[in-house]
């Protein structure tokens, strides 16, 4: 089975004033902005889960805290939690969403304490390559409770004039994770200038180029329909600009969130055309190939052209190492670029974890990828696929049945829709523990999750014939494994299960 995941992401009452710090800013390091990014990020959780927020306003004991509509759109009761590690109720009835589709929102609590407020920048001047750092609290679950804010680094991407869904249109390479939704995205002067709200990226880390924010601009549109007065005027969003390479690349992000794969190509091909030294657009372009055209050659070219143009892009030798490790059979390529991803950023949990399947799958380096795995667990606590590895790494290099078994279980308690997870903890119960109780279950849960799961078929089915003496069950179960696995181009696969199901039918007198 394949150790990786498929890739490709109401205020009533008197109107708050905000001061727009308006004067040039010094650049700050990046030390200083995180800093600054603490200082005014909060922790929004609810019991329909996390987000996080920019303490935006201050008048009396109100404070008023901006975020993104979806962190806030249940009806349930939100806390804040404030830099401090104090928690305050949200106000009732102070939620108050964006007018039309715009992707956020604005909630107030109340404290007596003094906190610092964000400062408005503006989003209108930043262009392609600019730094950029994004703050918020990643998700937890149940066996992690204690919540840290992240504040990541990375570049300008694409900063569109126009007006795409829900108001997102900046685009930045910054690796943001789950729970970071209505985080600050501030400039190098420490000011805010969007807010986080879409991030697109697939359990092995594997990222498709779009992370995207909503501009301070965008905001200052609507303010005072939510109840929010600017003291100044943000700048106005620019019209009737000739279009640029950065509004096709926004459009390609809007339209693949939206799954329209030929779109967002079209759209890419129309930013390359436009501005032929577009990195981010050539890497975006690899991934659309690789990932949704089955053009495994076109994205490989992509990718070159990427890390021609930018030689430190570390996602893109990430992504170019999978391409060549999982498509191109060139295992001492697929290694030379996660080592040289790894070496651009030693701390790319992905990079880790992919070069870990390539040491234990295609290297017979069981140390090695141990090690590599342990450090992508390491960097990310909450990385699901990196514990899965190690679970299979366990299971069959090491001879670690109990180890295996906890790493599984780590998985699917970060991510309870882990269906692979689910059926290789299930061929463990069934194989090493003797639990065909729980190897059914988890097969059975893996096939809810994916009913294109040939592997849970194939191995639902040999329990049910090898150990539950359901004959018809197993054999049905064998069937659809075989029909699976040859509609998704497993030859070597389809063959066994038709070799097997053969066998069956004989011994049963079917």
Known sequence: MSSQIAQWIGLIGIAATIPLVQTVATAKSAVEVAETAR???????????????????????IYTVLTAAHVVRQKVSYTITTPDDRQYEVISNSIKSAPGDIDLAVVKFKSTTKYPIAKLGNCNILTRGMDLYVAGFPATDRAITSTLLVVREGKISANSNKTFDKGYSLIYSNDTLNGMSGGAVLNSNGELVA???????????????????????????????????????????????????????????QKYERGDARGALADVNRAIQLNPN??????????????KLNDAPGALVNYNRAIQLNPNYAYAYNNRGNLKNEKL????????????????????????????????????DAPGALADFNRAIQINPNFASAYYNRGLLKDEKLNDTSGSLADY????????????????????????????????????????????????????????YQKLNDRAGGINDLKQAANLFQKQGNTQYYQTAIDLLKKWQQTSGN
Do not use: W
Not at 278 to 291: G, H, M, T
């Open 409 to 464: 279980n780590r998985a699917i308690q970060i991510n309870p829709n882990f269906a692979d997870a689910y059926c290789n903890r299930g061929i463990l119960k069934n194989e090493k523990l003797n639990d065909t109780p729980g190897a059914l279950a988890d097969f059975n849960r893996a096939i809810q999750i994916n009913p294109n799961s040939a592997e849970a078929y194939g191995s639902r089915g040999f329990l049910k």
């Open 195 to 253: 807010i986080h709200g879409l991030g697109n990226r697939d359990d092995d880390g594997r990222k498709n180029g779009f992370n995207l924010g909503i501009p301070i601009e965008r905001f200052g549109t609507v303010a005072s329909k939510m109840g929010v007065e600017l003291d100044g005027q943000v700048a106005a969003i620019p019209t009737n600009t000739a279009p640029k390479a950065d509004d096709y690349y926004a459009s390609a992000a």
């Open 39 to 61: 200082t005014i990020t909060v922790l929004i959780t609810s019991s329909s889960g996390q987000g996080s927020g920019v303490i935006l306003k201050h008048e009396g004991d």
């Open 278 to 291: 577009y990195a981010e657009a050539y890497y975006s372009r690899a991934v659309l190939k690789n990932d």
């Open 329 to 364: 059979n060139d295992t001492p390529g697929g290694l030379a670029d996660f080592n040289r991803a790894i070496q651009i950023n030693p701390n790319y949990a992905a990079a880790y974890n992919n070069r870990g399947v390539l040491k234990k799958d295609k290297l017979n």
